[in-house]
T-cell receptor, first 109, second 114 residues
Framework: DAKTTQPNSMESNEEEPVHLPCNHS???????IHWYRQLPSQGPEYVIH???SNVNNRMASLAIAEDRKSSTLILHRATLRDAAVYYC??????????FGTGTSLTVIP | DGGITQSPKYLFRKEGQNVTLSCEQN?????MYWYRQDPGQGLRLIYY???????QKGDIAEGYSVSREKKESFPLTVTSAQKNPTAFYLC?????????????FGSGTQLSVL
């Protein structure tokens, strides 16, 4: 399995940056790193993805370690709407995407 | 809805009964997936299909069956052999062979046993 390891939960104060870590030591050269987030009773929504270089979009930034065995999702200013479970997953050959248990982010007003 | 529709939103199954969850997509994507999510847990892959008339088992396929007779439809049947079917079921789509492609999820079906 393309396993990832994330902390079960994290907290952040509103309007402060949040760094969500992910370890993926078994990543292969062709695996993309994807991040999704899920609100209660909803399907996950795409946040960001990358292969080797750091990536930015309007939602977040993705910092990928040089050896690609870990990555960090960065929310630049947490809002209450960012409270969700964040999943770091690897996209692997055959279009198999394996989800772990994710990190539950609590944003404190 | 990300171009993917699941129905019904809530479904109840009687013991020994088979039930079918619907998943339809309207964006002509080939790859479709079914995931199961238990409370407080991550998503586990049940089945996936990259082309019509072909599908592969995921990690927890036992007690489930699928069909892919049309590109736009990928129904999941929870059979009576699935002894613990209560869960949140999610269907997703993507473009096969392109790992940089996003997954788009439906809004899910909550299945409960009566």
């Amino acid at each position: 399995d393309a396993k990832t390891t994330q902390p079960n939960s994290m907290e952040s104060n509103e309007e402060e940056p949040v760094h969500l870590p992910c370890n993926h030591s078994t990543i292969s050269g062709t695996d993309y790193i994807h991040w999704y987030r899920q609100l209660p009773s909803q399907g996950p929504e795409y946040v960001i993805h990358g292969l080797t270089s750091n990536v930015n979009n309007r939602m977040a930034s993705l910092a990928i370690a040089e050896d690609r065995k870990s990555s960090t999702l960065i929310l630049h200013r947490a809002t209450l709407r960012d409270a969700a479970v964040y999943y770091c997953i690897l996209g692997r050959t055959g279009n198999q995407f394996y989800f772990g248990t994710g990190t539950s982010l609590t944003v404190i007003p | 809805d990300g171009g993917i529709t699941q129905s019904p939103k809530y479904l109840f199954r009687k013991e020994g009964q088979n039930v079918t969850l619907s998943c339809e997509q309207n964006l002509n994507h080939d790859a479709m997936y079914w995931y199961r999510q238990d409370p407080g847990q991550g998503l586990r892959l049940i089945y996936y299909s990259q082309i019509v008339n072909d599908f592969q088992k995921g990690d927890i396929a036992e007690g489930y069956s699928v069909s892919r007779e049309k590109k736009e439809s990928f129904p999941l049947t929870v059979t009576s052999a699935q002894k613990n079917p209560t869960a949140f079921y999610l269907c997703a789509r993507s473009i096969p062979g392109i790992l940089s492609e996003k997954l788009f999820f439906g809004s899910g079906t909550q299945l409960s046993v009566l």
